[in-house]
């Protein structure tokens, strides 16, 4: 901007105001200062531009990381929505570090961003960091791995629901004993699926036997390593359920390893609808959590909050429903799956 008003030998003021159409300023001098910055390929600096006036059309999205299908899937639905409401996004990774995490959100507030969404580290266990969002009057949308509680906005999925049809498909199997590879408790989206586990188990009458829980990480090799530990028990399990698609496919390498047939032997279901869940031999049963559906709902909410400022905004949060995708890994026995319909799933 600076060149172009030496070059036209009038003052930065004069080539604002002539890029920025004002009133003030007359249709020649416009048209020279219109053309001079098309010859010289002139582009607005927004950023700028939003830490002057103290707003912006960026929000800021954390992630604890960006591989898989579920993040980048998610983040997939933030930009479509965000892109048709006119806004750009700027997507941090925590990579599962909550000081990362804390990093990322002062990165965010230094671009002067609209609005945050997040998704917890594995390793955050206090909140505090949030505050300073709320203290700037910064909007703030949680989704999948959230903190709990009605004064927070969150989108969500039903996990517990997902735990329960998960686990109520392998009993329609025939299974009685079945291990559940629980991850991390405090985070909502591990607790929650074991507590559909528990729902399912009670309402067929087995009580919980935590000896064929195992908590893990949710890895590959932490799911082969569980199955180990299963498998060396004096009644080992007959069916898996995995609270992660990674930790279901390690448990699933581990018990063809040591011999056993999937299903027939070993029935495996697992939670996330991974890509790869299709390639495996065989495939297998998962639940879909509607990714890119919970990345425009986040945004649609955030766009409510900072649409709603000034005014009071009561807290909300949004529940989407899983879908059952049954797959060859858990289907033991077929005239028992015919028999018994899948509930608010599909065959897949």
Not at 5 to 16: F, I, K, P, W
Not at 125 to 150: I, N, S
Not at 209 to 230: C, F, K, P, S, W
């Amino acid at each position: 901007m600076a060149d172009l008003a030496r070059e036209l030998n009038v003052s930065m003021t004069t080539v604002s105001r002539a890029l920025s159409d004002h009133f003030s300023i007359g249709p020649a001098m416009k048209q020279k200062v219109l053309k001079l910055a098309k010859k010289y390929n002139y582009q607005p600096n927004r950023m700028a531009s939003a830490l002057r006036k103290g707003k912006s059309k960026l929000l800021g999205i954390v992630v604890p990381y960006i591989e898989g299908r579920f993040f980048p899937s998610v983040v997939h639905g933030i930009e479509k929505a965000a892109s048709k409401a006119g806004y750009n996004v700027i997507i941090c990774q925590s990579n599962e570090d909550v000081a990362q995490e804390r990093r990322s959100l002062d990165s965010l507030l230094s671009a002067q961003v609209a609005g945050v969404l997040v998704s917890l580290s594995r390793t955050t266990l206090d909140y505090r960091h949030f505050d300073k969002l709320r203290a700037r009057g910064v909007p703030l949308v949680y989704f999948d791995r959230v903190v709990e509680g009605e004064s927070v906005n969150a989108v969500v999925l039903d996990d517990r629901e997902g735990g329960y049809l998960s686990t109520r498909h392998l009993l329609d199997q025939g299974c009685r004993r079945i291990a559940h590879l629980a991850g991390p408790q405090h985070l909502n989206i591990y607790k929650n699926r074991r507590q559909g586990y528990f729902d399912a188990l009670r309402e067929a009458g087995l009580p919980p036997d935590e000896e064929l829980i195992v908590y893990t990480d949710m890895q590959q090799q932490q799911g082969a390593e569980a199955m180990r530990q299963l498998l060396a028990q004096p009644s080992p399990p007959d069916a898996v359920f995995g609270s992660g698609d990674y930790c279901a496919f390690g448990a699933m390498q581990e018990a063809k390893r040591q011999g056993l047939r999937v299903p027939d032997d070993l029935a495996i279901a697992g939670f996330s609808n991974e890509s790869f869940t299709l390639v495996t031999e065989p495939a297998i049963t998962t639940i879909d959590q509607r990714c890119e559906e919970m990345g425009q709902a986040a945004v649609r909410l955030l766009l409510e909050i900072i649409e709603a400022q000034g005014t009071l905004f009561t807290p909300r949060q949004v529940v989407l429903r899983p879908e059952l995708l049954v797959r060859p890994s858990s289907q033991r026995r077929v005239e028992v799956a015919e028999a018994v319909p899948v509930l608010n799933g599909r065959m897949y």
